[in-house]
């Protein structure tokens, strides 16, 4: 339970994307407008958990879209075993997005957002990713740098690769604050 926490609406949504349709949770403060915040689960997808860290965010004061990344190939819930899904199970999902559907999701989201009579149009967003969707999280701050103001990511999964595309490049690319654990000396 949220200490001081305020009534909130929920709801199920459907948000239109280049690429279809994405089934999404989206929660907030019932009264007022509030900054908003887009949630990437991990890998076992949109489930009763991110509906329940989406809706303690809401209780706190943010209007929350907890969205499903595998929207093009299966609606929630995408693991029949929640978090205690075989990873075999749901990896080939997560092996159907890329830098670029990221992106494009990331747009249509948070331009989504947007248009929500709860959403504080004057503040910044914030973006936060779970394990696979830690890229996604920093991905969206590159994508719509004048909009996102944080980004966070809890056990961030391939953030950092070999590759000229490593979602830790997108840092550069934004003007989000990027919290960090640094090294004391």
Known sequence: MVANAVTVTESDVNVTTPDGTADCYFVHPA???A????????????RPAF???????A?????VL???PF??????????QGGATPIQQVLPLAQTLSETTHMTDAKAF????DQQSSIAKNRKMGTQGYCMGGPMAFRTAAAVPDRIGAVATFHGGGLVTKMPNSPHLQAAKTKAAVPHRGRGK
């Open 31 to 33: 009264t007022g407008t």
């Open 35 to 46: 900054p908003g915040v887009l949630v990437w689960p991990d890998i076992f997808g949109l």
């Open 51 to 57: 509906r329940n860290m989406g809706k303690r965010l």
């Open 59 to 63: 209780e706190s004061g943010y209007s």
């Open 66 to 68: 907890v969205v499903n």
């Open 71 to 80: 929207y093009r190939t299966k609606k929630a819930p995408t693991a029949d």
């Open 110 to 113: 948070i331009g989504w957002l």
